[in-house]
């Protein structure tokens, strides 16, 4: 145990260990980390260059040290806002830009593409929104103000207002 302990400690007693004094396996661990920990990076650093101003604070990582005494992000995340706007256009691209986001990475996680399709979900709700507030308008202008749909014609394609996307997802997506 002394001995693993001056391993690690190396010279200075910082715990991080001189590449002499690691073995094969133990090298091949520590590239392996430097290579998991360069992409997640990369991953996350796409996220954040796609989100622009819906990312709520930066990259969070995991890590793991290495035999070497390093720590190296294994693991990370990005948080964006999803919320829908108060306005169907806006909502429409602001879904857009979190689908971009989600999808930035060039190999998105099954989180990532989670993400996308509940915002996809997100912005189809938003056209049929927009489609309806045309009609309405259409209906308005042409002096037609009753509503020509009986109780007994419900729309199959018409979203409940008790809908969770319409009234915004309640907990922020990790990317």
Known sequence: EAQERLKYEGENGSG???????????????????????ETKAHEKAHIAAGAGLVQGGATFTYK????????????EVSLDPSPENDPDATIQKM???????????NPSGQDRSVAAQAAQTESNARIEK?????????????????????????????????????????????
């Open 16 to 38: 991080i260990a001189h590449a002499k004094d690691l073995s094969e396996e133990e090298k091949r661990i520590v590239q392996q980390l430097k290579r998991v920990d360069a």
């Open 131 to 175: 489609m309806r507030q045309s009609q309405e308008e259409m209906s308005e202008k042409s002096g037609n103000k009753e509503d020509s749909t009986t109780p007994d014609q419900v729309n199959p394609y018409e979203i409940s207002s008790h809908s969770p996307i319409e009234k915004g997802l309640a907990v922020d997506l990790a990317v």
């Open 65 to 76: 040290r290495g035999p070497d005494g390093h720590m190296y992000a294994v693991g990370g």
């Open 96 to 106: 857009q830009q979190v689908k971009r986001a989600a999808l930035a990475p060039s």
